[in-house]
């Protein structure tokens, strides 16, 4: 008898403090953000040097794209968000990015990216990391 007894204690204490730690688990989960790191690259053709950081958001609706142009001074990494966009890189090829993947376009390298989607939008975030901030941004380049 005195077995049963001390097991039903046991059982007992545990039942009242085992939703007390699943409680302070389930808290400790959810304190912070999640962090996924999507790309991580050595800066090129900016003698590792940044002086400026620009941040953009670029909506392209269904079937349209950027011209053929270049960052001169100024590295790009293209994340999409939303829907697949085609980056084309001079010399390099061309590759398609789904949401949730990125690109980095190294400075001074030709390229385009375009919505190849009849019916969805593509949205990308964009960042340039310059190294030449008297240089512009952009130039559009004619092929």
Same mark, same amino acid.
């Given at each position: @008898?005195?077995?049963?007894?001390?097991?039903?204690?046991?059982?007992?204490?545990?039942?009242?403090?085992?939703?007390?730690?699943?409680?302070? +688990?389930?808290?400790?989960?959810?304190?912070?953000?999640?962090?996924?790191?999507?790309?991580?690259?050595?800066?090129?053709?900016?003698?590792?040097?940044?002086?400026?950081?620009?941040?953009?958001?670029?909506?392209?609706?269904?079937?349209? +794209?950027?011209?053929?142009? @270049?960052?001169?001074?100024?590295?790009?990494?293209?994340?999409?968000?939303?829907?697949?966009?085609?980056?084309?890189?001079?010399?390099?090829?061309?590759?398609?990015?789904?949401?949730?993947? +990125?690109?980095?376009?190294?400075?001074?390298?030709?390229?385009?990216?375009?919505?190849?989607?009849?019916?969805?939008?593509?949205?990308?975030?964009?960042?340039?990391?310059?190294?030449?901030?008297?240089?512009?941004?952009?130039?559009?380049?004619?092929?």
């Amino acid at each position: @008898m005195p077995i049963i007894r001390r097991e039903f204690i046991r059982l007992s204490g545990v039942a009242l403090v085992a939703p007390s730690i699943a409680n302070i +688990a389930f808290a400790q989960t959810q304190a912070g953000p999640k962090l996924t790191q999507i790309l991580r690259n050595d800066l090129e053709g900016q003698g590792q040097v940044v002086q400026e950081t620009v941040v953009s958001l670029v909506e392209f609706p269904p079937g349209s +794209a950027a011209p053929w142009h @270049m960052h001169p001074g100024a590295q790009e990494l293209l994340h999409v968000i939303e829907g697949s966009l085609i980056v084309e890189m001079e010399g390099k090829g061309r590759a398609v990015l789904e949401a949730g993947q +990125a690109g980095l376009i190294p400075a001074e390298l030709v390229h385009l990216a375009r919505n190849e989607s009849a019916s969805a939008t593509g949205k990308a975030l964009v960042v340039h990391s310059r190294a030449a901030k008297d240089k512009p941004l952009i130039v559009v380049v004619k092929k």
